[in-house]
């Protein structure tokens, strides 16, 4: 069964940067499995925002483009989000999953961005 436990989320202020982090157990991360990042906003349904492929080409939603950027280390069977210059309306819950085939959700991270 795959699991992902995310992390590096926090409290930042608008123009900020973080770094999230995707754990991943259950799946090696070859060139057959694409990772991906979404986000679930207060009252609003979850949304995709990024995906990276096998061969390292990326993907991402119109309102994170230049901003965000998705990477992935397959040694350590981990992804990432690096999240630069963000605005309030990036303030959501986020959670990696595999874009290609939807496996369980996992508790996510919380990104706060204050103005």
């Given at each position: 069964q795959v699991h992902v436990v995310e992390s590096?989320?926090?409290?930042?202020q608008a123009g900020g940067s973080l770094r999230l982090s995707c754990a991943v157990s259950g799946i090696i991360l070859g060139n057959e499995v694409w990772p991906g990042w979404y986000r679930q906003a207060p009252g609003k349904q979850r949304e995709w925002v990024a995906t990276i492929?096998?061969?390292?080409?990326?993907t991402y939603a119109d309102s994170v483009k230049g901003?965000?950027?998705?990477?992935?280390?397959?040694?350590?069977n981990m992804h990432y989000l690096q999240m630069n210059s963000?605005?309030?309306?990036?303030?959501?819950?986020?959670?990696?999953?595999f874009p290609r085939r939807l496996r369980s959700w996992g508790q996510g991270t919380q990104v706060t961005v204050s103005s």
């Open positions: 590096g989320g926090g409290l930042v492929s096998g061969d390292g080409s990326t901003r965000f950027t998705i990477s992935r280390d397959n040694t350590k963000l605005k309030p309306e990036d303030t959501a819950i986020y959670y990696c999953n």
